[in-house]
Nanobody, 129 residues
Framework: QLKLVESGGGQVQPGGSLRLSCTAS????????MAWFRQAPGKEREGVSC????????GYADSVKGRFTVSRDNAKKEVYLQMNSLKPEDTGVYYC??????????????????????WGPGTQVTVSS
């Protein structure tokens, strides 16, 4: 059974950077699209970014384009989210999720929750001065 665990969250000042990691165990990532979602206090969970198993096809929410970069290392079973120029509105719990590559439109633009069946517990990111 696939298990996902996020790390790398913390508190940072506006304009700062953080790098989140998602470590998988129990299953290979070779055929899985990986995604990052976030949930701010009092708001619904939203898609942030996704990356297909080939490591080339990616998608981003408009709010993070040009600031966040998703990447993966299938051999290490890890997925990363490099977050630069952080803003207070980036604050929230960030979740890593996995879904099958063959699911239609799983990573076209911003990811949607439906195709993703496995989730990590999340890591808190707080952007505040």
């Amino acid at each position: 059974q696939l298990k996902l665990v996020e790390s790398g969250g913390g508190q940072v000042q506006p304009g700062g950077s953080l790098r989140l990691s998602c470590t998988a165990s129990g299953f290979t990532l070779d055929a899985l699209t990986m995604a990052w979602f976030r949930q701010a206090p009092g708001k619904e969970r939203e898609g942030v970014s996704c990356i297909m198993s080939n490591g080339q096809d990616t998608g981003y929410a408009d709010s993070v384009k040009g600031r966040f970069t998703v990447s993966r290392d299938n051999a290490k079973k890890e997925v990363y989210l490099q977050m630069n120029s952080l803003k207070p509105e980036d604050t929230g719990v960030y979740y890593c999720a996995a879904g099958w590559d063959w699911y239609a439109d799983i990573c076209i633009g911003v990811p949607h929750q439906g195709p993703y069946g496995d989730w990590g517990p999340g890591t808190q990111v707080t952007v505040s001065s």
